[in-house]
Every structure is written in C-alpha cells, then in structure tokens.
T-cell receptor, first 113, second 117 residues
Framework: DTAVSQTPKYLVTQMGNDKSIKCEQNLGHDTMYWYKQDSKKFLKIMFS???????INETVPNRFSPKSPDKAHLNLHINSLELGDSAVYFC????????????FGSGTQLSVL | AQSVTQLDSQVPVFEEAPVELRCNYSSSVSVYLFWYVQYPNQGLQLLLKYLSGSTLVKGINGFEAEFNKSQTSFHLRKPSVHISDTAEYFCAVSGSWLTGGGNKLTFGTGTQLKVEL
C-alpha cells in the first residue's frame, strides 16, 4: 500500500501549456505539502494545507495553484509552464499542522521543453 | 530565518567503514532537527529527528546523530556502512511553528553518500 502517491511520475510538456499533478495520501493525515526539488537537489517548500486550509504559501509564482478538495488530496495546477519550472515536485503529508514527521511521495519529474 | 549547511556534497566510503555526514544550522529560535534519506527515484524518508532531551538520537538503519547547540551542528554518523546505504542524505531544520507558520522544513543541499566495495 502506497502511503503518499503522486501522479503522473513523469510529465513532459511544452512551454506555455497548463498541467496538473495529483497527490493522495491514505495515512489519515490532515496536513499536506508540495515541495520543489531543483536540478541541484535543493528542496524548497511551496505550499501546505491543513484540513483544506492553506497555511504555508511561499513565494511562488501565481501560475502555481494548489487545490485541496479534501484532507486526503492535494493537487498542484501549473499554468503557462516555463522552462524554469522543470524540477521534481514532491507531495508530502503529516499529522497535525506542526507534525514533525513528513511522509513523502516518490515525486513527479516535470520537464518543460 | 533559518538555514542549513551541508558542506560535503559527496562522501565516498568503503563498505564497513564508518561515516560522518556534516550538518550545521543557523536559527534565531529553538529548532527541531532532522535527517532524511532519499534513495534513487524515491521520495524522502525520515531517518531520525531531534526535538528535545538527549542530544544523541538514534534512527533507523543504524544511523545516529548528535545535536551540539554550542557548535550549531547535527552531524549524522554510522559506525559501519553497507552498500545499501548509498543514497542522498538531507539535513533539515524546523521552527516556524513558533511564529504560527506551520511546519516549514528548511533543507540543506544534500550529501551524496556513495558506498563502494
């Protein structure tokens, strides 16, 4: 049983397109996150939701819009994709908005051509 | 503001040798410290964490880390590594809940541990 699952695993698209990445967790956690890992493996938080409420919103272009239909799902929609958006995007979850143990998905490799 | 420095981007080591991966942090508030491991093509997994109490913390797979407040360090060690320990290791710090910001982990840039025969 996969605890935090992301789809798709790989996403190759052209500049200017709009794409979505989906994330689901079956751990019963109430907090979910999106992290971006660049080509140098640097990981940076983008967003966090607690019980469908946005609690962390880092300095991210407004082309990125997270959506949490329920506490088990956190999707990431990206408009007008740019070359610099190419990265690996990780979804994660934890119990409680200050839960110290994060469970990560296996990542979505986004390549913008 | 918080930051994490992992000085070694790569650490090669022979199997069964000991290893230390270095991590230094800076923060103006009390922090929690973590080590995560990332195996190829996988997400991160928590190895161990320091929240409070004993400064020597033990984690999974035989790893341990020592919190040193005076040196602002949280180095990761293993007395004898195995080929399967080959992975990327990330040190992270969190303390933003003190300002109501939720759990915002700040990661270091990672250390690639390569275990050779």
């Amino acid at each position: 049983d996969t605890a935090v699952s992301q789809t798709p695993k790989y996403l190759v698209t052209q500049m200017g397109n709009d794409k979505s990445i989906k994330c689901e967790q079956n751990l019963g956690h109430d907090t979910m996150y999106w992290y971006k890992q660049d080509s140098k493996k640097f990981l940076k938080i983008m967003f966090s939701y607690n019980n469908k409420e946005l609690i962390i919103n880092e300095t991210v272009p407004n082309r990125f819009s997270p959506k949490s239909p329920d506490k088990a799902h956190l999707n990431l929609h990206i408009n007008s994709l740019e070359l610099g958006d190419s990265a690996v995007y990780f979804c994660a979850s934890s119990q409680g908005r200050y839960g110290e143990k994060l469970f990560f998905g296996s990542g979505t490799q986004l390549s913008v051509l | 503001a918080q930051s994490v420095t992992q000085l070694d981007s790569q650490v090669p080591v022979f199997e069964e040798a000991p290893v230390e991966l270095r991590c230094n942090y800076s923060s103006s508030v009390s922090v929690y410290l973590f080590w995560y491991v990332q195996y190829p093509n996988q997400g991160l997994q928590l190895l161990l964490k320091y929240l409070s109490g004993s400064t020597l913390v033990k984690g999974i797979n035989g790893f341990e880390a020592e919190f040193n407040k005076s040196q602002t360090s949280f180095h990761l060690r293993k007395p004898s590594v195995h080929i399967s320990d080959t992975a990327e290791y990330f040190c992270a710090v969190s303390g933003s809940w003190l300002t109501g910001g939720g759990n915002k982990l700040t990661f270091g840039t990672g250390t690639q541990l390569k275990v050779e025969l």
